[in-house]
């Protein structure tokens, strides 16, 4: 490094340093819409319309490409349709304008599934997909560069078992296989393979870009092997490249590197080097300003620090504190702050203290800080159940600079072109790049952190056709300039609406933009400075300075009559029992209308019936869907009390339900619980208290699509699922599913967040089956239900299931009103995965009566002249089923007549005994007597006795 060029270097980095402010994300997931996103490692951030936002381009399950497009900030992204890249995860990804009509194409690639270039059309709305002419490729990180530095942008691509792949521009946008244009073997000689991650970069800081390579191969196990040393190719100047064999760059690293980035880590105006290793730990090298690299892994603080298996590791300044910080993907993540003084700290607490498996960045909501893209595949590009991420930088008061550039001699992207930034913190230099790290995309945007200063002294743009353009005026902070090559510049255009943008049918919104140019060119081909529109969509303009320079302005959205149906909320259950409530809750409107008459945004419901709200939209009524409110009976018991004798139990009934005794008509002693009480022996009239406890179970319903339709095919490598949402808590009992092999898999409940909620796994036999799932569902939406693709992997050797999934006959949603509602797959409406007739399960209800009292009284009349014999009498068992023990313990002798009679006394039966005296029994059967409650009457010649007795 030149330590000598900036001596404000130490105390503007300990001014800095002093200021700079912890660096936190938000996940903002909200503003790309419903649908989970699940990428595999190669994910791409850049502007894709040209209109100076930073969009997402990201591969669903790693190969279905849709680009969310930035509208304005922190507003929500508009997607595009998508394009399958392939059937299986792709490894690599990058993006750039081959044919230079202003809009990105991409390419991707997997495990020998061919070199694939989504193009963009001339009005870059959709893409049409071409495979290259080249050798079967492993792919692994790729790029687009100006190899030959004719204008056109070229392609490079990491081969993971030998020689790397160039494919140059014939200069209409057409990429060619050009294996002579770079001598990539090894040296000494070898297969040539172990290709893994590839930097562009002006790597001696000589004006041109060189090339790159780390190099990792498995089952190698020495450093000195070849395929795992690290190649540096530097550009000659002339179109040719001459590889450093004797390191005198120090990059000569025979670890097994994964990637490999260049960044300004100290503001001296040349690129320092980082490399993710797996076997040891990860370097940082400094560059002395000539290309010669030294190790301050261990001076920096970094050594050991990475840990993990990384593959992903990239210079961005964060905190906007004018120093880069170094971001870290993997199985395990880290964001390592820049001191300033070439030292950096770990930051922790980040992401949710999840770990991010690969990412891109960019701004995406253009407020100057560096945002993240994550994924969260498994290593190394298998998608997890984990959604991507969009993780805000929530920024601080530190200052930025950006610039979009615009080639015009150089590829109109101006990859390769080179930015310093003169200020009080040294020189600050950038690349535009098209293709980093391993096999992702981050912005081509032109970022700097600037700290607190105060002023810009000057910017010096080094273009690729080696046309330098230098910039002092117009460099106010915190602000993206358009600079197209030759030295236009153009400050940010920003288009405005004269009242909102939210208007109604009829009504129209004049658009214009605050500064005079010579031309304007709307999106709606209008040429004038002020447009008036009253259709929905995006509109922006292009506008050209009287020097000749263009650019995009933002994009203004017109919604044109708002579709505002208003939901309702349940504060508790929907079905509750006679007594109860629930609070129904519309969402936010300027007023409620609902069909009970009520005006209040929520209402407290006691009463069965169905219920829904009017709101009043700024265009319209809207009617919400109504919820049906059940209120089950809670009926009290019909009981029957009792009269008995001095001293005698007395036996109380009640019907209906579980029926609970009790001490009290509130709180107080639960005695019983049964149709029968009897109580201990009475003194005096007593009264007790009955309740009456009913069980409601709603029948089992079905949702979803009853059976398999369309191709048994499926992709092996996709694990679909079904997204739904849960609007009453339900049992998930059971589902059909089809399988091409038996075998286990794991069945896995995701909630909103992604989170495995509850799983299980289940033998699946080959063919139709119906399995037990049993998955206890919560209130929620966005809900997910799929199998747990390492276990497929396991299990079966492969990402997916191996389970039918429906290709025709999909019509989403499937629905249970007010239950459940099955919304969409990963791959939108036109699929249905694995999860066939899904068996909802209701939870029971219970509902308790209020007490009602039951009397004993006590006949003190008639029990005053009991026989004394009466008092050692017992009748057992009773209830009972008619066999009927009857014990004296002092019986006076003699004649016994038994009688049975009804409740109302009648008699039904009689029987004369003589009984011994004294202690004894005799039996009776009463078997073929009808249930029911009768007395049993026994008579001497000294009284009569009666007992109730109960028959069951």
């Known amino acids: 490094m030149n330590h000598l060029r900036w001596p404000l270097f130490l105390a503007a980095a300990l001014f800095s340093c002093q200021l700079s402010a912890q660096t936190q994300f938000i996940n903002r997931n909200d503003l790309l819409g419903p ?99 080249g050798p079967g490729t492993f792919v692994q990180g790729v790029n687009f560069a100006d190899i030959n530095n004719d204008g056109w942008l070229d392609a490079f691509v990491c081969h993971d078992d030998g020689a790397s792949r160039i494919f140059g521009n014939d200069g209409a946008g057409n990429l060619v296989y050009q294996p002579l244009w770079i001598d990539l073997a090894t040296v000494p000689a070898s297969d040539n393979s172990g290709n893994y991650g590839s930097v562009w970069s002006d790597v001696d800081n000589d004006g041109d870009l060189d090339l790159y390579i780390a190099h990792c191969r498995q089952g190698v196990s020495s450093p000195t092997n070849p395929t795992r040393i690290n190649q540096l190719f530097l550009n000659n100047g002339d179109g040719t490249y001459t590889q450093d064999v004797t390191n005198a760059s120090g990059l000569r690293i025979g670890a097994q ?39 301050i892994t261990i001076a920096a603080g970094l050594k050991d620090s990475v840990t993990g298996t990384p593959i992903q590791g990239v210079f961005r300044d964060f905190d906007n504190d ?100 003169y200020s009080e913190l040294g020189a600050q230099v950038r690349e535009v790049r098209a293709g980093e790290s391993y096999g992702i995309m981050n912005s081509m945007q032109i970022h700097f952190g600037l700290g607190q200063i105060s002023a810009i002294d000057s910017v010096l743009v080094f273009w690729p056709s080696g046309i330098v353009d230098t910039l002092k005026q117009g460099l106010a902070l915190d602000q993206y300039l358009t600079v197209e090559e030759g030295g236009c510049v153009i400050p940010q255009v920003t288009a405005f609406s004269t009242g909102s943008t939210v208007i109604c049918s009829g009504e129209e919104v004049t658009l214009f933009v605050t500064d005079a140019y010579k031309q304007y060119l709307w999106s709606t081909g209008d040429t004038t400075a002020t447009i008036t529109v009253g259709d929905e969509g995006n509109y922006s303009v292009t506008v050209t300075t009287n020097e000749g320079c263009s650019t995009a302005s933002s994009v203004v959205r017109i919604t044109v009559d708002p579709v505002e149906i208003p939901a309702i909320t349940a504060i508790g259950d929907s079905v509750f029992c006679a007594g109860g409530f629930v609070e129904l809750v519309s969402s936010a409107a300027s007023a409620w209308q609902w069909n009970t008459g009520d005006t209040t945004q929520s209402i407290v419901i006691t009463e069965p019936g169905s219920y829904y709200v009017t709101t009043q939209g700024l265009c319209d009524q809207f009617e919400s869907a109504a919820i049906e409110v059940t209120v089950l009976d809670s009926p009290v018991p019909l009981t029957m009390n009792d009269t008995v004798l001095l001293q005698t139990p007395a036996t109380l009934t009640a019907n209906g339900g579980q029926v609970n005794w009790y001490d009290a008509p509130v709180g107080g002693n639960l005695l019983f619980t049964g149709d029968t009480f009897m109580t201990g022996p009475l003194t005096a009239d007593m009264t007790y208290w009955a309740s009456a406890t009913t069980v409601y179970d709603q029948p089992n319903e079905f949702v979803g699509m009853v059976n398999h339709q369309g191709s048994t095919i499926g992709d092996p490598q996709v694990n679909g699922a079904i997204y739904f949402d849960c609007l009453t808590p339900f049992r998930l009992s059971k589902v059909k599913v089809y399988a091409d092999i038996a075998a286990e898999r794991k069945i896995d409940l995701l909630n909103t967040f992604g989170q495995v909620i509850q799983t299980k796994t289940v033998f699946i036999p080959s063919g139709s089956s119906v399995i037990d799932l049993g998955f206890d569902v919560p209130v929620g939406q966005n809900l997910s239900l799929e199998t747990d693709a390492q276990e497929n992997i396991v299990g079966l050797g492969t990402y997916g299931p191996q389970l039918y999934r429906s290709s025709q006959s999909v019509m989403y949603p499937y629905t249970i009103p007010n239950v459940v509602r099955l919304t969409s797959s990963p791959f939108g409406l036109n699929r249905y995965y694995y999860f ?117």
């Not at 011994?916 to 009457?937: H, I, S």
């Open 35 to 133: 649908d989970k996103h699940f990428s595999g490692v190669a994910i791409a951030v850049l502007d894709m319309n040209g209109d100076g936002l930073d969009d997402i381009a990201r591969m669903d399950q790693g190969f279905y490409l849709t680009v969310a497009y930035q509208t304005a900030p922190n507003q929500s992204f508009v997607s595009s349709s998508g394009i399958d890249m392939d059937n299986g995860s792709q490894w690599g990804m990058c993006a750039g304008d081959l044919d230079n009509n202003g809009f990105p194409d991409v390419l991707t690639g997997g495990a020998y599934d061919g070199i694939k270039i989504a193009m963009a059309n001339t009005g870059g709305t959709a893409f049409d997909l071409l495979t290259l002419t």
């Open 257 to 295: 590197s994964w990637t490999a980035d260049f960044g300004d880590i100290d503001n001296d105006g040349d690129f320092d080097c980082f490399i993710t290793n797996h076997d040891v730990t990860s370097q940082l090298l400094e560059n002395d300003g000539a290309g010669h690299f030294t190790d």
């Open 322 to 421: 004018g120093y880069v910080d170094i971001l870290v993907a993997g199985s395990r993540s880290h964001l390592f702050h820049n001191n300033g003084d070439k030292t950096f700290s770990r930051k922790s607490g980040l992401f949710d203290n999840n770990d991010i498996e690969s990412f891109a960045l960019g701004d995406l909501n253009h407020d100057g800080f560096q945002d993240i893209y994550a994924g969260y595949a498994e290593i190394f590009t298998d998608p997890s159940n984990t959604p991507d991420v969009l993780w805000l930088n929530t920024g601080n008061d530190n200052h930025y600079f950006g610039l979009n550039l615009r080639g015009v001699q150089s590829n109109r992207n101006a990859v390769g072109a080179k930015v310093i930034l």
């Open 836 to 952: 066939f007739n899904w068996e909802i399960d209701y939870y029971e209800h219970t509902c308790t009566s209020d007490r009602v009292p039951v009397s004993a009284v006590v006949d003190t009349i008639n029990g005053t002249s009991m026989p004394g014999w009466a008092q050692g009498l017992s009748v057992y068992p009773n209830p009972g089923n008619g066999a009927v023990t009857v014990a004296f313990g002092d019986f006076e002798g003699g004649d016994l007549n038994i009688s049975l009679l009804d409740v109302r006394g009648a008699r039904l039966s009689a029987l004369h005994k003589e009984q011994a005296a004294g202690e004894g029994a005799l039996y009776l059967d009463f078997t073929a007597v009808p249930k029911g409650m009768y007395w049993l009457e026994l008579a001497t010649r000294s009284g009569v006795v009666r007992r109730k007795l109960v028959l069951h």
